[in-house]
Structure formats: structure tokens, C-alpha cells
């Protein structure tokens, strides 16, 4: 008879269960959970098991919503790229989206830990981004300074951002070795940071330009 049939009820998130429940709560769950053990271990040191019994998740769904754990990392660091993109955007010269995009890369240290442990294991870039989001970025406000003429006309964009990321990124992966075998490890880690990148922007600018 009509109206007897049972109704399906949609399944709901358990209370109080802790566990990630729906797409975007599961995937920021493994991307969260990715990071932090990729940048402890490195990539070829974590399971797709590993990493779901940290995010609290079946195993099958990361498969379902990456892929493959090499998708997985991929967007792991694509994610924090953008996230430190929205550090520097606004900024309203070179030398403060350096300034921020130095603080930034500082404050995502799994970014560059992960980086790191990737290259270190013998992965090329293929698998680390699709996407440089932040290296874009820093290219067009480099030429925007050479056309103002705040830097010399005869810099390529492209080395110098190549040697902003060398600079920033070899700066904190060695800065207790740069300090000790420079004789700043008794000085404040914040007050050298701000001193090193303002003496490593005066080579492309002019000491009087970096001045905030």
C-alpha cells in the first residue's frame, strides 16, 4: 500500500566521534595529517596506512579522493603553497613581500622540510609541484621593480627569484650552522633574519632602498 514503504535515512556523523566525516572535513583531515609526517619521515618513509590511521580515516578514501600518494604530496605542498601566496599578496614593495615571504616560509616549516626530504631522496620536481604559485608571484613583482627602476635593468626576474629561494630556503634549513660558524648564534634568531635578508636585498637594490 502506498506510504508503507520504509524510508531511507541518510547517514549522519556519529557524535562525539572525532573522525573526519564528508569530502572537504576527510581531505583537509589527510592533507593535515600528510604534512606532518611527510616533513618527520620523508615520502618514501610513510604508508597511505600511516597516514590515514593519523587523520583518523579509512585508508581506501585517500585513494578515492588523491589518487595515489604521490598526488597526495603534491597537493600537500600545493596547499601550503597557496596558503603562504596569501602571506605576501598586498604587499606593497619587494622588499616587504620578501620580508613576509621570508617569515612565511618560516612559519610552513613542514613546506620546506618536506622539500627537502623529497629532493634528498632522489624525486625530481615533477613530484613536488605542478604549480609555483609563490615563485609567479615574486617573478612579476620583480619585474615591476626593474621597470620602476628600483632594481638594475640588466637582472634577469628569473635569477633573482632563483636567488631569493636560495637564499630563504638555505638560510632556515642551515640557520644554526650559519649562526655558530658566523659568530651570530648568541643573537636573537628574529633580529639576524631581518638583518641577513635586509644585507641580501641590498645587493640587488642599494642599501638606501631597503630601508623600512
Not at 589527510?30 to 593519523?54: H, N, P, Q, T, Y
Not at 598586498?90 to 613576509?100: H, K, M
Amino acid at each position: 500500500m502506498p506510504g508503507t514503504g520504509k524510508i531511507k535515512k541518510t547517514p549522519s556523523r556519529p557524535r562525539n566521534s572525532g573522525r573526519p566525516f564528508g569530502r572537504d572535513d576527510v581531505v583537509a583531515a589527510v592533507i593535515e595529517a600528510a604534512g606532518e609526517l611527510f616533513s618527520r619521515r620523508g615520502f618514501d618513509g610513510v604508508s597511505v596506512r600511516d597516514i590515514a590511521k593519523k587523520a583518523g580515516v579509512n585508508h581506501g578514501l585517500i585513494h578515492r579522493h588523491f589518487g595515489s600518494k604521490e598526488n597526495l604530496r603534491r597537493q600537500t605542498l600545493q596547499r601550503m603553497a597557496d596558503a603562504m601566496l596569501a602571506d605576501v599578496r598586498g604587499a606593497g614593495s619587494l622588499q616587504e613581500i620578501s620580508r613576509l615571504a621570508f617569515q612565511s616560509l618560516t612559519k610552513h616549516e613542514r613546506f620546506w622540510r618536506i622539500l627537502a626530504r623529497t629532493i634528498l631522496d632522489g624525486h625530481g620536481t615533477g613530484d613536488l609541484h605542478r604549480r609555483f604559485p609563490i615563485a609567479r608571484h615574486l617573478t612579476e613583482q620583480v619585474k615591476a621593480a626593474v621597470k620602476r627602476g628600483g632594481l638594475r635593468g640588466d637582472l634577469d626576474p628569473r635569477m633573482v627569484v632563483a636567488a631569493m629561494f636560495s637564499f630563504s630556503c638555505g638560510f632556515i634549513m642551515f640557520e644554526p650552522f650559519i649562526l655558530a660558524a658566523a659568530g651570530l648564534d648568541g643573537v636573537k634568531p628574529d633580529k639576524v633574519r631581518d638583518a641577513v635578508l635586509a644585507a641580501a636585498m641590498s645587493l640587488l637594490t642599494g642599501p638606501d632602498d631597503v630601508k623600512r
